[in-house]
């Protein structure tokens, strides 16, 4: 009987709780008839407008979202390759270290490698100028005056007489002859070097009436040929220079 009674009560239950469902469901629902709605009768319609180089703001890394792989050029892969036998001949503890060590070894050589360029040039343009006379290369260039002066009884002229026929450069070789006399006439102490003298003054210091001839001779051919640019003949040439190697023979004894 209990049970009856209690079956009875949940079927009830179930019963007015769903028509209170309905009821609430009915109660809440709107109904939308055609005249609620709004209908938008305006016909013109705006357009976006936009900057004529709006594009150009847009072009910068910051709205790059895509990532660009660059590719490792040949000098990179060069490195990477250095670095790794690198690490392999000293036992460097990893790439890193061994890259950091490429790096300083790369800078040392193009530092050395700058300082022998511009060591080249400047020898090239010294000697090119007639510096460095006591240099191995600078035997054959044309000296100064101011060389001459500073280092006359030190250069070997004999040598440069050599080399100078050598290259067939007579005119060179004849202001060597005569620079070469003035040199002998100094250690003889026949004449006293002063760069402010002329080769009239070393000329009235030569007592000897012969060797003052001589140097007179000498004297006239050294300033027609160099200063005058006198272009010789090989007979005249070997004329001039049988003249000054007959004096400084004479100097010798």
């Known amino acids: 009987m209990n049970k009856f009674i209690v079956l009875f009560w949940l079927l009830f239950s179930v019963s007015v709780w769903s028509q209170d469902s309905l009821a609430v469901a009915k109660k809440d629902s709107v109904v939308f008839s055609e005249k609620d709605i709004i209908v938008d009768t305006n016909s013109e319609v705006s357009q976006p407008k936009f900057e004529t180089n709006f594009k150009e703001k847009y072009k910068s890394?910051?709205?790059?979202?895509?990532?660009?792989?660059?590719?490792?050029?040949?000098?990179?892969?060069?490195?990477?390759?250095?670095?790794?036998?690198?690490?392999?001949?000293?036992?460097l503890s990893n790439m890193n270290v061994s890259e950091k060590y490429v790096e300083y070894t790369l800078k040392t050589l193009a530092v050395l490698i700058v300082c022998y360029v511009i060591y080249m040039i400047t020898k090239l343009i010294l000697n090119k100028e007639g510096q460095w006379i006591f240099g191995k290369s600078t035997t054959k260039k044309i000296y100064t005056?101011?060389?001459?002066?500073?280092?006359?009884?030190?250069i070997d002229f004999e040598k440069l007489i050599k080399e100078t026929l050598t290259d067939g450069n007579h005119r060179l070789a004849i202001r060597y002859y005569y620079l070469f006399v003035l040199k002998r006439l100094s250690e003889k102490e026949i004449i006293e070097w002063n760069t402010e003298k002329t080769n009239t003054d070393y000329l009235y210091?030569?007592?000897?009436?012969?060797?003052?001839?001589?140097?007179?001779?000498?004297?006239?051919?050294?300033?027609?040929?160099?200063?005058?640019?006198?272009?010789?003949?090989?007979?005249?040439?070997?004329?001039?220079?049988?003249?000054?190697?007959k004096t400084l023979q004479s100097l010798k004894k």
Do not use: H, P, V
Not at 145 to 154: A, M, P, Q
């Open 205 to 245: 210091e030569i007592k000897s009436a012969d060797l003052k001839t001589d140097f007179q001779y000498l004297s006239y051919l050294y300033n027609y040929i160099w200063y005058g640019e006198f272009e010789m003949t090989e007979e005249s040439f070997l004329q001039a220079k049988n003249a000054f190697e």
């Open 145 to 154: 005056d101011e060389e001459i002066e500073k280092n006359l009884t030190r």
């Open 61 to 91: 890394s910051e709205f790059q979202y895509q990532a660009k792989i660059t590719e490792k050029s040949l000098w990179d892969k060069f490195k990477e390759w250095l670095a790794y036998w690198f690490k392999k001949i000293f036992g």
